[in-house]
C-alpha cells in the first residue's frame, strides 16, 4: 500500500531528525514561491532543490521516489497537449490535418501549458519532500500549535490512526476473497467489493464504539490532551531559509518575462 | 480526481480556500455543538473518515474497462449531512495529499469545495427529494451517482475560472466533455458499489442506521419487529 510506504519514510529517512517546524516552513514558503512564479524557471530550479534534497540528503530510494514524482507529472504532460490545443493566441506552431478537422497548436497554449506544467513539478517536489521526509505524528502538533480547532486536530489524529487498521483488514478481507474466487467477473467484483464495504463499514463503526469506551476509562470528557511540545527552531536556520526564499523571489521577478517559445 | 498540486493560479487557490472554509468552519461548529451532548462523536467520526479513505483506495472495475475509484462522500453526506461531511473530506484530503501524494496542499480548497461541499450537496438534494418515496436502497445508489458527478462536473468548473482562455465557455465544453462525460458510467459504478454496501449494512446491521435516523423502522421488519416462529413457551 502506498500509504504505509510513505508513511515508514517518513519515519525513517536522514532528515527525520531535523525540527519538524523548520521543515514545514521550508517547504511551504518554497511551494507558496512555486505557485506565484511567473516564469518556468523558478519552479524549475525549487523542484531541483527539493529532488536532490529528497532523494540525495534524506536518502528516499528511487524506485520508490519517481513512481510518486511520475505519476502526477503523467496526468501534467497530459494537460500541456491539451492546454496547446484548446487555449489559443501568439503564433501557430502546428497545424494537423485529420479528416476534415484542423487542430492547431499555439504558442500562447504551449506556454501556458509549460508554466502550469513546471509549477506542477515544483509544487508536487515540495508536496513529497514534506510528505516524506516529516511523520504525520509530528504535524499533529504543528496543526495544535497554528491553533487550528481541537475538534479537527483530534478527529485528524485518531482517523490517522485509525487509516492503518483498516487498511489491514480490508488486504485481509480482499485476501479471503480472493481465496474464494471473488474477483472472477465483474459481477463477482461487484459483489465482493460490496460486502467488503459493508463489513468495514460495520467494524470501523464497532471500532470506534469501543474506543469511546476505553477512552471513556481514562477519563475522556470529549478533549483529548497532549503534553508534548515541539520547540522552535533556531534562529540562524530561519534566517538561511528566508534569504533563500528572497534570493528565489527575486529571480521569479527578474525571468518574469522569460518565455520558452517566443 | 484531485486537481494536482501547483495546477491552480494563486487567487484561485485562496479563493477556494476561503469559500470551502466558511463550510468547514460550520460543520466544526456543529461538530462542537454534537460533542456537547454526545462525547462519543468525534471517534465515531474518525472511524468514519478513515472508512471514507479507505474506501477511495478500492479499485473500481467499469463498464468501459477503465478503473476508478469510489469517492465515497455520497454515502458520507447521506449519514451525516454536508457540513460534516465537509470537514472529514478535508482531513481525508489532506491524508491523501500527504500519505499518497494525491492531489495537493495549494489546491486542498479547491478539492474540498468540489469533494466535500458541492458533491454531497448534490447528494444530500437528491436524498431528501426521494426520501419516503422509493426504498432507500434505490434513493443512496442515485444520491450517490448525483454527488460523484457533481464532484466532477464543478472539477470541471474550477479549471474553466482557472484558465478561461478567449473563449470561457468554449474552454468549459471542452473540459465538461473530458470529465463529466467520461465520468458518467464510472458515475453509476459508484452507485451501484454503494447501493450494494448499503443493502449489506441494512441487512447486517440496521442498528446503525436506524441510530443514525437514515432510515424507517418499517424498511427493516426483520429487525425492529418480534417475528413470530412459535416454539416453546
Given at each position: 500500500m502506498n500509504a504505509n510506504i510513505i508513511d515508514r519514510i517518513a519515519h525513517n529517512n536522514r532528515l527525520r531528525h531535523i525540527n519538524p517546524k523548520l521543515k514545514v516552513f521550508f517547504a511551504l514558503s518554497m511551494l507558496l514561491i512555486t505557485v506565484f512564479s511567473k516564469s518556468v524557471i523558478v519552479p524549475l530550479i525549487i523542484a531541483l532543490i527539493m529532488i536532490v534534497l529528497t532523494v540525495f540528503v534524506a536518502k528516499v530510494p528511487l524506485r520508490i521516489y519517481l513512481p510518486l514524482l511520475l505519476a502526477p507529472l503523467g496526468f501534467g504532460v497530459i494537460t500541456v497537449i491539451l492546454m496547446g490545443i484548446i487555449y489559443s493566441g501568439g503564433?501557430?506552431?502546428?497545424?494537423?490535418?485529420?479528416?476534415?478537422?484542423?487542430?492547431?497548436?499555439?504558442?500562447?497554449?504551449?506556454?501556458?501549458?509549460?508554466?502550469?506544467?513546471?509549477?506542477?513539478?515544483?509544487?508536487?517536489?515540495?508536496?513529497?519532500?514534506?510528505?516524506?521526509?516529516?511523520?504525520?505524528?509530528?504535524?499533529?502538533?504543528?496543526?495544535?500549535?497554528?491553533?487550528?480547532?481541537?475538534?479537527?486536530?483530534?478527529?485528524?489524529m485518531m482517523m490517522y490512526r485509525y487509516i492503518f487498521l483498516l487498511l489491514e483488514e480490508m488486504i485481509r478481507i480482499t485476501n479471503a476473497q480472493n481465496t474464494r474466487l471473488g474477483y472472477k467477473d465483474l459481477k463477482t467484483t461487484y459483489k465482493s467489493l460490496g460486502t467488503l464495504g459493508a463489513i468495514l463499514f460495520i467494524r470501523a463503526w464497532d471500532r470506534g464504539e469501543k474506543a469511546f469506551i476505553t477512552m471513556s476509562c481514562r477519563g475522556y470528557n470529549g478533549d483529548l490532551k497532549l503534553i508534548k511540545k515541539i520547540e522552535s527552531p533556531a534562529i540562524k536556520y530561519i534566517l538561511l531559509i528566508v534569504i533563500v526564499d528572497i534570493l528565489l523571489i527575486a529571480l521569479s521577478y527578474l525571468t518574469g518575462d522569460f518565455k520558452v517559445i517566443t | 480526481?484531485?486537481?494536482?498540486?501547483?495546477?491552480?493560479?494563486?487567487?484561485?487557490?485562496?479563493?477556494?480556500?476561503?469559500?470551502?472554509?466558511?463550510?468547514?468552519?460550520?460543520?466544526?461548529?456543529?461538530?462542537?455543538?454534537?460533542?456537547?451532548?454526545?462525547?462519543?462523536?468525534?471517534?465515531?467520526?474518525?472511524?468514519?473518515?478513515?472508512?471514507?479513505?479507505?474506501?477511495?483506495?478500492?479499485?473500481?472495475?467499469?463498464?468501459?474497462?477503465?478503473?476508478?475509484?469510489?469517492?465515497?462522500?455520497?454515502?458520507?453526506?447521506?449519514?451525516?449531512?454536508?457540513?460534516?461531511?465537509?470537514?472529514?473530506?478535508?482531513?481525508?484530503?489532506?491524508?491523501?495529499?500527504?500519505?499518497?501524494?494525491?492531489?495537493?496542499?495549494?489546491?486542498?480548497?479547491?478539492n474540498i469545495f468540489s469533494m466535500g461541499v458541492m458533491g454531497p450537496l448534490a447528494g444530500v438534494i437528491v436524498w431528501k427529494l426521494l426520501r419516503g418515496k422509493v426504498s432507500s436502497t434505490i434513493a443512496v445508489m442515485l444520491a450517490a451517482i448525483a454527488s460523484d458527478w457533481m464532484t466532477y462536473v464543478t472539477t470541471a468548473i474550477q479549471l474553466t475560472l482557472a484558465f478561461p482562455g478567449d473563449d470561457p465557455v468554449k474552454t468549459l465544453i471542452t473540459f465538461l466533455s473530458i470529465f463529466a462525460v467520461t465520468q458518467i458510467p464510472l458515475a453509476i459504478a459508484e452507485g451501484l458499489l454503494t447501493a450494494i454496501i448499503w443493502d449489506k449494512i441494512k441487512e447486517l446491521r440496521p442498528d446503525l442506521l436506524l441510530k443514525l435516523g437514515v432510515i424507517d423502522e418499517s424498511e427493516v421488519p426483520h429487525y425492529t419487529q418480534v417475528m413470530e416462529t412459535g416454539g416453546a413457551e
Open positions: 503564433k501557430e506552431l502546428l497545424s494537423i490535418k485529420i479528416f476534415n478537422f484542423t487542430i492547431s497548436i499555439y504558442s500562447y497554449g504551449v506556454n501556458l501549458g509549460l508554466l502550469v506544467f513546471s509549477r506542477m513539478l515544483g509544487g508536487i517536489a515540495c508536496t513529497l519532500f514534506l510528505a516524506l521526509t516529516t511523520p504525520m505524528t509530528e504535524l499533529f502538533y504543528i496543526l495544535r500549535d497554528l491553533k487550528l480547532p481541537s475538534t479537527f486536530v483530534d478527529i485528524a | 480526481m484531485h486537481i494536482m498540486e501547483g495546477y491552480l493560479p494563486p487567487m484561485w487557490c485562496a479563493i477556494w480556500y476561503i469559500l470551502s472554509g466558511i463550510v468547514v468552519g460550520y460543520g466544526i461548529i456543529k461538530i462542537n455543538k454534537l460533542l456537547k451532548e454526545m462525547p462519543e462523536v468525534k471517534p465515531l467520526l474518525a472511524v468514519a473518515g478513515a472508512y471514507m479513505f479507505v474506501l477511495s483506495s478500492l479499485k473500481l472495475p467499469s463498464v468501459t474497462g477503465s478503473c476508478s475509484h469510489p469517492c465515497g462522500n455520497g454515502l458520507s453526506a447521506v449519514l451525516f449531512g454536508v457540513a460534516i461531511t465537509a470537514v472529514l473530506a478535508t482531513i481525508v484530503l489532506l491524508f491523501q495529499a500527504l500519505l499518497l501524494a494525491h492531489g495537493g496542499l495549494t489546491t486542498l480548497g479547491a
